[in-house]
């Protein structure tokens, strides 16, 4: 953004010569809007000038500005967006829309933010930074096309700019490709071996193409980098380097079995504070990668009792309750998995007939595609956790992971959570903590180098309105029909490129359990998984149309997707 400073710096030079205190022109003046001030003087110098109310228009367009450099510096972007806000009702710039759009972004507000950076476009000269945070922007939505051509422009005005170099190399990797997208990255190192950002992104593609070695390489150099000389761009959220850099470390060490190293990156991505909705998604499936992770390196008891109401399957065999079959062998990568839980005998609300035979069917058409499957029937939660951790343990080396659900399922506050048979809610009990939290297993699988597949058939009612309304008076929560659209994975985060999210029904509505042996969802889906050839997006338009037929319009399925290109679950 340094060029679009030089405006405000300019005016920034003759502000000073209006009536003010000595003491504000001498030093508050400089402090203020001075690029390396530090944060926090930098804040209270433009306080300081604002308080005067010595100024007026564009002069006190230009304090506002400066104070939101201040507040970005320290990732306040609610309060950058203020006061950008506030300069740009006084006196419009490139400058102010481009660090509001800015804001916009790391804040996840992609949308917005497009639309600032074109207001900063029309407004002067085309100018390769805002192109460069365009493409940001566009990137963040899933449009890499856009956001390829967007750093086209911005290359085209600075050839040396690597980091346009960088990001179009990850645009590229996200369409899958993994040689253009190195061919990118590796530019950028060669304009600035110094920044650790494309290190970052080049690990990502060494994981991609499995040379785990490399890729651990690359992040050690970043994170060296990154604590040797923290980036000081005021457009760089608080510590997002740092965070990425091992976050996409710890991941190549788990996916190459190195659980110990893989362990200390998480606690280290844990520990360091995050401002901007990337650092939060980065964390949490952080907490969650190291859960599994410490899970793995502890030693399993000898003759520890197996949990009741457990079932899993191999690709071969199904066992009966009684006796749990082992969890499949750990993924190779490449691999394709897939888990499915069908819950229907509920002990302590509504039975559900179908869903025991939804799953059933499902896991065939998935084990007939060649997945390897891992099925649970009527699990408790201690059974439905243990089997769900397993499988996002083991989906750290897939190359496609599916997810199924059927039973009940609801949302509490916003948040959708998965219902194990055994739930028994009581007024004033913990709501939450007896259910599964389906963003813990989002965040779980959120990985740019896989391709996750989650489709729920759950919300076929709200079995816990009565709890709901007797327990959450006191505890703020609220209960919903149906399951809540997936705008995120936890807090701040945003959901994860190579994600598809599908529901038997819409966002708030209930679907049909079905008067045959499976529910109508279910049923059209276990018909149409195995097509041959058949795109998982056009696959799933099939199940909604002949679910919205055979319903007579009372159920439409619905899914949300932030695919990176066409995804074949039967092979052409």
Not at 197 to 208: D, F, G, V
Not at 395 to 417: K, M
Request: overall charge neutral; hydrophobic content about 40%.
């Amino acid at each position: 953004m340094s060029r679009l400073l030089i405006a405000l710096a300019l005016l920034a030079a003759t502000l000073w010569s209006a009536p003010c205190s000595a003491q504000s022109r001498n030093q508050l003046g400089p402090l203020c809007t001075t690029e390396t001030t530090p944060a926090d003087q930098m804040v209270d110098a433009c306080s300081t000038i604002i308080a005067l109310k010595a100024f007026k228009g564009a002069q006190l367009a230009t304090v506002y500005f400066w104070r939101a450099v201040g507040w970005n510096k320290k990732g306040d972007y609610a309060r950058v967006i203020a006061d950008t806000t506030e300069a740009i009702r006084l006196q419009p710039s490139q400058a102010v829309y481009n660090l509001r759009g800015s804001a916009y972004y790391d804040k996840g507000d992609y949308d917005i933010a497009i639309a600032d950076f074109d207001d900063a476009l029309k407004l002067g000269a085309p100018d390769g930074i805002i192109f460069h945070n365009r493409g940001n922007a566009w990137r963040g939505k899933g449009d890499y096309t856009k956001a390829i051509a967007d750093y086209d422009m911005s290359i085209k005005a600075d050839p040396r700019s690597a980091f346009s170099f960088q990001n179009r190399g990850i645009a590229k990797e996200a369409l899958g490709d993994l040689d253009g997208a190195l061919a990118d990255i590796n530019q950028a190192i060669r304009l600035d071996p110094t920044l650790p950002q494309p290190l970052i992104n080049r690990t990502a593609i060494w994981r991609a193409k499995n040379d785990l070695d490399r890729a651990i390489a690359d992040g050690s150099e970043a994170i060296r980098l990154a604590k040797d000389k923290p980036p000081v761009n005021i457009m760089t959220p608080p510590n997002s380097v740092l965070i990425s850099a091992y976050i996409h470390r710890a991941l190549a060490y788990e996916a190459k079995g190195d659980y110990a190293h893989a362990k200390d990156d998480y606690k280290s991505t844990l520990a360091i504070v995050a401002s901007d909705a990337g650092s939060k998604a980065n964390q949490a499936t952080a907490k969650v990668r190291l859960s599994l992770v410490a899970d793995a390196a502890a030693p399993i008891p000898r003759d520890a009792p197996a949990s009741s109401g457990q079932q899993q399957t191999t690709p071969t065999q199904q066992q009966g309750n009684a006796t749990p079959a082992p969890s499949p062998a750990p993924a190779t990568p490449g691999t394709r998995m897939a888990l499915v839980i069908g819950n229907g005998a509920y002990a302590h609300v509504k039975a559900l007939p179908n869903p025991p035979n939804d799953a059933r069917a499902v896991a065939k058409s998935l084990r007939d595609i060649g997945f390897i499957v891992s099925e649970g029937i009527d699990l408790d939660r201690t059974a439905m956790q243990k089997v769900t951790r397993e499988f996002l343990r083991d989906a750290a080396r897939a190359q496609v992971a599916v997810v199924y659900y059927a039973g009940h399922g609801v949302q509490v506050d916003g948040r959708n959570y998965l219902i194990p048979v055994d739930v028994e809610l009581k007024p004033g009990a913990s709501m939450t903590e007896a259910m599964i939290d389906m963003d813990t297993i989002m965040a779980g699988l959120d990985d740019q180098v896989r391709t996750n597949i989650l489709i729920f058939d759950a919300c076929r009612n709200n079995p816990m309105a009565q709890q709901v309304a007797s327990a959450g008076s006191s505890r703020s929560i609220e209960g919903a029909s149906g399951l809540a659209a997936p705008s995120s994975l936890g807090s701040g985060a945003t959901l994860g490129a190579g994600t598809l999210i599908a529901f038997a029904t819409a966002p708030g509505q209930v679907a049909l359990d079905g008067e045959g042996a499976n529910s109508p969802f279910s049923a059209a889906l276990s018909r149409h998984i195995g097509t041959p050839g058949l795109e998982v997006q056009q696959m799933l338009t099939r199940v909604r149309a002949e679910v919205v037929s055979g319903t007579k319009n009372k159920q439409v399925p619905w899914s949300n997707s932030s695919l990176l290109g066409e995804v074949y679950l039967a092979e052409k």
